[in-house]
């Protein structure tokens, strides 16, 4: 017998215990073991990071710049980033205190909520929403409220909506926009709304704006800007999305000083910093980036709409995404559930998506399709999900 089923008491921690297992690893783990699958699955662009930018990381490694960094990053990414921060939406944040390296938007995610809440703490966030959101939550001790987002806004969540959901114990909004699985985006009405009750309740409010370069016929408002709002909001983003560097794993976090330090504590103990050759990658990127990200932008555009044109055609009813580059369509009309929907899609045409249910209560007979494949691929993928809807009618 082994030793560990000896143990009298539980070995794993109810926080631990308390999360499930990501939908979407168990269908990217299937996905790894069949040969011809379509992976509209995981949310990774199919471009290579570009030429220069992984050049810059090569030239990192190549003159020997392989030691720890500040664990608040290097100060010229860190000014780089104010400065964009500045161009874009006119704020101000003081490189030195107020901006952190982090490992991709992940960590940031994780650093907000382990810095600020305390156990039985509430958070507010969408549903359905990144998978993530709920367990790092959950890993710091606080309670999730979800509040359901819908198809006949655009899955956009609104203001009122959270006014309902807010409690004595309610400390943290945390937004996606744009929306991870959705694609929507809080149009600055609703995030003018928001605004309103974080100062009015004395709310806290994290947003990942990972996607904030992916936004399409619409403009992209980070609530940071609006007024009384950049002294109680975390602003995370990162290179993964918008420069094709998932691999190199690398983020920020823009917030107030004294926030900014609480995190840095967690932070250098648990990371010490982000890795050298990803921050100097990204450096580059800022500086003369601007051209790949908007190519990219362009070609996520005209696959999307091709897309999702191409399943409201099927008859699978999809709300046009305004932003990231994520479809998703109601399939409940199929009579399958999500998971099944999935399973059977992935098993009898080789097309995988995700459930909706994944991401939330309020994704029941929805899935997500990540259409950052190839524009050939998308087109087959079509073919094969059309062939499946009516086979299965």
Same mark, same amino acid.
């Given at each position: 017998?082994?030793?560990?089923?000896?143990?009298?008491?539980?070995?794993?921690?109810?926080?631990?215990?308390?999360?499930?297992?990501?939908?979407?690893?168990?269908?990217?783990?299937?996905?790894?073991?069949?040969?011809?699958?379509?992976?509209?699955?995981?949310?990774?662009?199919?471009?290579?990071?570009?030429?220069?930018?992984?050049?810059?990381?090569?030239?990192?490694?190549?003159?020997?710049?392989?030691?720890?960094?500040?664990?608040?990053?290097?100060?010229?990414?860190?000014?780089?980033?104010?400065?964009?921060?500045?161009?874009?939406?006119?704020?101000?944040?003081?490189?030195?205190?107020?901006?952190?390296?982090?490992?991709?938007?992940?960590?940031?995610?994780?650093?907000?909520?382990?810095?600020?809440?305390?156990?039985?703490?509430?958070?507010?966030?969408?549903?359905?929403?990144?998978?993530?959101?709920?367990?790092?939550?959950?890993?710091?001790?606080?309670?999730?409220?979800?509040?359901?987002?819908?198809?006949?806004?655009?899955?956009?969540?609104?203001?009122?909506?959270?006014?309902?959901?807010?409690?004595?114990?309610?400390?943290?909004?945390?937004?996606?926009?744009?929306?991870?699985?959705?694609?929507?985006?809080?149009?600055?009405?609703?995030?003018?709304?928001?605004?309103?009750?974080?100062?009015?309740?004395?709310?806290?409010?994290?947003?990942?704006?990972?996607?904030?370069?992916?936004?399409?016929?619409?403009?992209?408002?980070?609530?940071?800007?609006?007024?009384?709002?950049?002294?109680?909001?975390?602003?995370?983003?990162?290179?993964?999305?918008?420069?094709?560097?998932?691999?190199?794993?690398?983020?920020?976090?823009?917030?107030?000083?004294?926030?900014?330090?609480?995190?840095?504590?967690?932070?250098?103990?648990?990371?010490? $910093? =982000?890795?050298? !050759? /990803?921050?100097?990658?990204?450096? *580059? @990127? &800022?500086?003369?980036? +601007?051209?790949? #990200? %908007?190519?990219?932008?362009?070609?996520?555009?005209?696959?999307?709409?091709?897309?999702?044109?191409?399943?409201?055609?099927?008859?699978?009813?999809?709300?046009?995404?305004?932003?990231?580059?994520?479809?998703?369509?109601?399939?409940?009309?199929?009579?399958?559930?999500?998971?099944?929907?999935?399973?059977?899609?992935?098993?009898?045409?080789?097309?995988?998506?995700?459930?909706?249910?994944?991401?939330?209560?309020?994704?029941?007979?929805?899935?997500? $399709? =990540?259409?950052? !494949? /190839?524009?050939?691929?998308?087109? *087959? @993928? &079509?073919?094969?999900? +059309?062939?499946? #809807? %009516?086979?299965?009618?």
């Amino acid at each position: 017998m082994n030793s560990m089923d000896t143990l009298k008491r539980e070995m794993l921690s109810q926080r631990v215990r308390q999360v499930k297992a990501s939908g979407i690893r168990k269908f990217f783990d299937i996905i790894n073991t069949m040969p011809d699958v379509i992976s509209l699955g995981v949310g990774e662009p199919d471009f290579v990071t570009p030429e220069h930018i992984r050049q810059a990381g090569v030239r990192s490694i190549q003159e020997g710049h392989t030691r720890y960094t500040s664990n608040y990053g290097l100060l010229e990414l860190r000014e780089e980033i104010a400065a964009m921060l500045q161009r874009r939406y006119g704020l101000v944040y003081d490189p030195r205190t107020q901006i952190l390296a982090t490992v991709g938007v992940s960590e940031g995610v994780d650093l907000a909520m382990r810095t600020i809440l305390d156990p039985g703490d509430e958070v507010i966030a969408p549903d359905p929403g990144y998978v993530a959101y709920e367990a790092d939550i959950i890993f710091a001790g606080g309670v999730p409220v979800p509040v359901p987002t819908y198809a006949q806004y655009d899955f956009g969540i609104r203001a009122a909506e959270i006014a309902a959901a807010i409690t004595p114990q309610t400390k943290m909004i945390l937004l996606g926009n744009p929306n991870n699985p959705t694609g929507a985006i809080i149009p600055r009405a609703e995030l003018e709304g928001i605004a309103r009750l974080a100062v009015e309740h004395d709310l806290v409010v994290a947003v990942d704006e990972v996607y904030s370069r992916l936004v399409y016929s619409t403009e992209h408002v980070c609530i940071a800007a609006l007024p009384g709002m950049q002294e109680r909001t975390l602003l995370l983003d990162g290179f993964s999305k918008a420069y094709a560097m998932t691999g190199w794993r690398i983020g920020y976090v823009a917030a107030p000083s004294r926030v900014l330090e609480a995190m840095l504590k967690v932070h250098q103990y648990t990371i010490m $910093c =982000a890795g050298t !050759t /990803a921050q100097e990658a990204a450096l *580059e @990127a &800022l500086r003369h980036g +601007e051209d790949d #990200v %908007k190519a990219m932008h362009d070609d996520y555009e005209r696959r999307g709409r091709m897309f999702v044109a191409g399943l409201n055609r099927i008859g699978l009813p999809a709300c046009e995404p305004k932003g990231a580059f994520y479809a998703f369509p109601y399939i409940g009309g199929t009579g399958m559930s999500d998971e099944e929907f999935a399973e059977k899609l992935l098993f009898e045409e080789k097309v995988a998506v995700v459930p909706g249910s994944s991401f939330g209560a309020a994704g029941q007979g929805y899935v997500r $399709c =990540a259409y950052c !494949t /190839a524009y050939d691929q998308l087109e *087959e @993928a &079509l073919v094969r999900i +059309e062939r499946f #809807v %009516k086979k299965h009618q």
